[in-house]
């Protein structure tokens, strides 16, 4: 069973106190039981294995039964800027990014991306991303849930981060570096702002404010794929390269 994430003040040893949606989930979709065992992380990065205990229509109490504390960070943070995409594959890629360990992802609004964001939409749908990134990190035990960024123009995502994060820009047919090269011990107070581009391309003037803000134009080989497999290819090589994967 994935590991639930609860605020910290849930905890007051030796139980946990769970209401709310994650009980409604627990009991309704789960049909969780006294006795059986039950994994939750808090926002404090503590873990608890536990054992529950009464569950009715308004708690749940579980007894702790080990407590243990999230690892040191040694790797840099990574930002995956993503150009919107139409269809499932922006919530595709805010799962298996989530999985892949990212830290944070900023939805962005590009010139030649097919899908323009709507006001009146626009809190339903990150609240959407947010809770698909919940439900990955926990299903990969995870000590830490993504945030997951309103939509933002490139220049707006560019000039969030300073010049101390690691700017990397992805464009096809580019003679730039290859993610390989990245060295590996970049150390845990670094942030990585990964840059992927939309299904049609990046624009030219988004090109020159990529070079603008000190990004490196990086290449995944000689292979042109497609937007969302970039994204998660990139995300793949930077883990291995930092000891994350693999």
Known sequence: MPTFFVAADSVVPPTVRITGP???HLRQSLRLQPGEALTVTDDAGRRYRTEVGEITAGHLTARILETTTAPPKTSPSIVLAQALL???????????ATELGVD?????????????????????????????????AQQSERWSVPTIDEPATLSQVMTAYDASAIKLFLAERSDGASLTGMAANLGAERTILLVVGPEGGWDKDELRLAQEQGCQAITMGKRILRAETAALAAMSVLQSRFGELG
């Open 104 to 136: 944070r992802i900023a939805p962005v609004v590009t010139t030649h991306g097919v899908v323009k964001p709507r006001a009146e939409r626009l809190d339903h749908q990150r609240a959407r991303w947010q809770r698909i990134a919940l439900e990955a």
């Open 22 to 24: 994650l009980l409604h």
């Open 86 to 96: 139409k269809g499932e594959k922006m919530d595709w890629i805010i799962q298996k």
